[in-house]
């Protein structure tokens, strides 16, 4: 016999013979002695999962590759993710603590044809304390909860570009002519913030066509939302008696290297009149924006100007300054002046040191770092 068979026989039988209600008669030993491995018919695919559903709770595409796994992303889906760190301090303000915020993204996008798209974004954050808050750089406050700030579908209808939605702006499908990378939320869209960078509440429907040589054409209709009568639950609506309207339109044009947009927005309380553009000379790029805005008995004006240097060391410079608001020729003009540098560490992490001096009754001079991650 075999040394092989040998081996084989010597535990089997002692596994036989411990148990008291065995006996030798039950023992079939020339049968073990005729065991080969010719009768042995494993593979690797013995000791493989018949099934594969429910493996993974969550999960992204590429994870697994066997036709057999259901659930888990779609082959169209993708997920990004960013997160926001920043710590600073703002002298002049009521706190002047240095204090800690964060910010935290997730989108998710699938198409289900290939021209069109279904995008969900998700917001949490603290806030950012008083360097973070609305008269600094407007971090996301959530209160650490998780926020859907957006649902949006996205599609061709003709030669045109449909999205509808809910909690999105109809500035989504602008074009824009701001190129100035903007520090603190006065310096968004170059100024222009309730025209070009109109904003949107509850349901939101808009459409955008571009037209060869450059110009584009945009514009759109978001609604708030309101509460019925006799209870405190609020419903969105669209072209109601009881919600508010947002409308608006924008005509863009962009060539090599300089571009301008027009934009006009009513929000039935005011109407707004925007105008945003960027140049690129050889050694930076020029942005500046101005507003105006009607509210049936005054008009106020507020501009931006700014300069983005792309290249100044290892990272780029931006520079600007402009109007707190929109103001009106009685109103005491206040200015802001900011500078930051966004420092690339790598593909996905960059760290952004800034400051700015905000005029108002009391002036303010905040400092922060910022360090992002896209992943």
Known sequence: MKLFQ???????????????????????????????????????????????????????????????????????TTASFSADFLVGAVDGNSNEAATFGYQMGIGLETSFTGEDSLSATIDIGNGGGPIGATNGLNFDSTSDALFLDGLTYTFPLGGATVLVGDNTDISAVYTGACAYSSFTDYMGNCGTGNSVGIGGKGVTAAVSYAFDGGFSLAGGI???????????????????????????????????????????????????????????????????????????????????????????GAGSLDIGMGTT???????????????????????????????????????????????????
């Open 222 to 312: 978001s609604s708030e939302q309101y509460k019925m009568s006799g209870t405190t639950v609020t419903y969105p609506g669209l072209l109601t008696k009881e919600g508010t309207d947002i409308y608006g339109i924008e005509a863009a044009y962009s060539a090599d290297s300089w571009g301008v947009a027009v934009a006009y927005a009513d929000d039935e309380a005011k109407t707004y009149w925007g105008v945003n553009g960027t140049y690129a000379f050889d050694f930076a790029t020029l942005s500046a924006g101005i507003e105006s805005e009607d509210s049936g008995s005054a008009t106020a004006e507020g501009f931006f100007v700014g300069l983005s240097f792309a290249e100044v």
């Open 325 to 375: 608001g929109n103001f009106a020729d009685s109103d005491t003009d206040y200015y802001i002046y900011e500078a930051s540098y966004a420092y690339p560490v790598n593909d996905g992490m960059t760290i952004t040191p800034g400051i700015y001096i905000r005029e108002g009754s009391t002036d303010e001079t905040g400092f922060a770092v910022k360090t992002s991650f896209s992943f």
């Open 6 to 76: 040998q081996l084989l026989i010597a535990p089997a039988a002692l596994g036989l013979l411990a148990p008291l209600s065995a006996s030798a008669s039950e023992v079939n030993l020339d049968a073990i002695s005729n065991y080969s491995k010719e009768n042995l018919e494993l593979d690797v695919n013995s000791f493989q999962q018949k099934s594969l559903d429910n493996i993974l709770l969550s999960g992204g595409e590429g994870l697994v590759e066997s036709s057999d796994f259901v659930g888990g992303f779609s082959e169209t």
